[in-house]
Structures are given as structure tokens and as C-alpha cells.
């Protein structure tokens, strides 16, 4: 019996740390939609993990927001997300807790 194994992997690359007071280098409106939308703590100590894939077969483009115990994960690439993005997966997000 053979064994696949995948033909590559994936895995979380921090991009950046601070508080959404700080807002982020990479994205203007990012830590603005984020004290809107989300009730992540205003004074939480964040890290951005973002994950990518460059291969054309393989679409992956995930970011992640850690805070505390708690991850929030956007479906988008972090200089890409949309103020909707950041809604409908806060509303999934909370929906799963």
C-alpha cells in the first residue's frame, strides 16, 4: 500500500504584533473594522499570523488574529481583507463559541 504524502505544507508565519489602538502598518482601515465589528478588547495584545501559498494550484490565503486564548481567522490574505470580510467572519467566529 503507498502512502500519499502531500506535495507541500502550509504553516502560520507571525507578521506583526500590537494593539488595535497601535492599528497595523500593513492595512489603514484593518484595526478600525476590527474595534467596529468584533468585540476583541480594545487594549489586547494582538499577533498577526498570516498563511500563503504560492503555488497556482493551491489558493491558500488565511490571516489569523491571536488575542489571549482566542484566534479569529479571516479567509483573506491581511492587506486584502474587506470590512465585510472581517463582519461575516467575526459572525461565523462567534457562531462557533
Not at 59 to 79: D, N, Y
Amino acid at each position: 500500500m503507498t502512502v500519499l504524502k502531500p506535495s507541500h505544507e502550509h504553516g502560520w508565519k507571525s507578521v506583526t504584533k500590537g494593539k488595535l489602538s497601535s492599528g497595523f502598518p500593513f492595512h489603514p482601515k484593518l484595526a478600525e473594522w476590527l474595534s467596529t465589528y468584533t468585540t476583541i478588547p480594545k487594549d489586547s495584545e494582538l499577533e498577526i499570523l498570516e498563511v500563503s501559498c504560492g503555488e497556482v494550484s493551491c489558493p491558500t490565503e488565511e490571516t489569523l488574529i491571536v488575542w489571549g486564548k482566542q484566534e479569529f481567522r479571516i479567509s483573506r490574505k491581511k492587506e486584502m481583507i474587506s470590512k465585510m470580510d472581517v463582519d461575516l467572519s467575526w459572525k461565523r467566529f462567534v457562531e462557533k463559541s
